[in-house]
Structure formats: structure tokens, C-alpha cells
Nanobody, 126 residues
Framework: QLQPVESGGGLVKPGGSLTLSCAASGFTVDAYVIGWFRQAPGKEREPVSCISNMDGRTYYADSVQGRFTISRDNAKTTVYLQMNNLEPEDTAVYYC???????????????????WGQGTQVTVSS
């Protein structure tokens, strides 16, 4: 199904790790992207990471570069977000989004997402 389903959120201490999963399928073209966004209380939603199905290229926001890793399984039905060295500033609801006939980034802008998951809470606190 094109509607992604997230899992894996939770409470973790600063410096800890967490892995989020996003299950999505039913794509009708090879050119699609799957990505993660997050929204903290009182803040706007922001992009976190994205992977392109066509070439497997990955993209990261500057704030998570070097700490987060996006990957997919061989069947290309599940995308993972491995989050290491988590900081309190990473606390947010994380959303998985998909879009067909899109690039992760174009002209400096991240994709907008046609289908969104329900979100999963990640809390980083001691």
C-alpha cells in the first residue's frame, strides 16, 4: 500500500540509538522516494532524510548528517532510519512520507510527500 506505516519510536537517553521502520509498497512506477520528516512541539515540520528508489541515493538534513542512516531492505518494501548519538533536540514526532515521480531534492527543496504515515514519537531524555 502506498500509505506508509511507521514503527520503532520510543524513549531513549541522550547518546543512545533508535531505529525507525517505514513499511510502504504498491508503487506503480520505479521513480519514487521514501523519506522521513519530523515535527517537534511548537516547531514546523522539517525534513530529516530521504532515499531514492531509482538509484538508492540518500539525503540528510545537516542537523542529522553523520548520526542518522537511512536504508532499505532488499525487497524495497521497508525503509529504516538508524539514529545514533541522539540528542534532546531530536525529540519529535517522526513521519514517513512517500511520493511517486519525484526526487528527494530538487532545486534545494525537499519532496513534499503524497502519502504520510501516522507518525511515531521519539523522545530523547535522561
Amino acid at each position: 500500500q502506498l500509505q506508509p506505516v511507521e514503527s520503532g519510536g520510543g524513549l531513549v537517553k541522550p547518546g543512545g540509538s533508535l531505529t525507525l521502520s517505514c513499511a510502504a509498497s504498491g508503487f506503480t512506477v520505479d521513480a519514487y522516494v521514501i523519506g522521513w520528516f519530523r515535527q517537534a512541539p511548537g516547531k514546523e515540520r522539517e525534513p530529516v532524510s530521504c532515499i531514492s528508489n531509482m538509484d538508492g541515493r540518500t539525503y540528510y538534513a545537516d542537523s542529522v548528517q553523520g548520526r542518522f542512516t537511512i536504508s532499505r531492505d532488499n525487497a524495497k518494501t521497508t525503509v529504516y532510519l538508524q539514529m545514533n548519538n541522539l540528542e534532546p533536540e531530536d525529540t519529535a514526532v517522526y513521519y514517513c512520507a512517500t511520493q511517486q515521480m519525484a526526487l528527494c531534492q530538487y532545486g534545494g527543496q525537499w519532496f513534499g510527500g503524497d502519502y504520510w504515515g501516522q507518525g511515531t514519537q521519539v523522545t530523547v531524555s535522561s
